[in-house]
Nanobody, 126 residues
Framework: QVQLVESGGGLVQAGGSLRLSCAAS????????MGWFRQAPGKEREFVAA????????YYASSVNGRFTISRDNAKNTVYLQMNSLKPEDTAVYSC???????????????????WGQGTQVTVSS
């Protein structure tokens, strides 16, 4: 089992920046691809970004590409989401998730992820 705990959410003005962290427990962090998803009120959870097990490949939703950067530090069992040029439409609960890559599925599909954090609120004011 993997426990994931997000932190770093908060209130920021449009155009500002925020960095989210996701700390993982367990000894097998480096065996999981990691993703960030978000869910706004009344909307379905959507893919934001993902990173491969080694950190060598990154994937982004078109809505955040060029503004957000995902990274990981396997020595610290932590994945990050650097969010720049934030927009009001980025307001959501952001959750990190771990994918064991058992079936080599799409990084974009939330159904491929096996463990989820509790989420952290990001609010961007206009």
């Amino acid at each position: 089992q993997v426990q994931l705990v997000e932190s770093g959410g908060g209130l920021v003005q449009a155009g500002g920046s925020l960095r989210l962290s996701c700390a993982a427990s367990g000894r097998t962090f480096s065996t999981y691809a990691m993703g960030w998803f978000r869910q706004a009120p009344g909307k379905e959870r959507e893919f934001v970004a993902a990173i491969s097990r080694s950190g060598g490949s990154e994937y982004y939703a078109s809505s955040v590409n060029g503004r957000f950067t995902i990274s990981r530090d396997n020595a610290k069992n932590t994945v990050y989401l650097q969010m720049n040029s934030l927009k009001p439409e980025d307001t959501a609960v952001y959750s990190c998730a771990a994918d064991d890559r058992r079936y080599s599925g799409s990084y974009y599909d939330l159904q491929n992820y096996d463990y989820w954090g509790q989420g952290t609120q990001v609010t961007v004011s206009s």
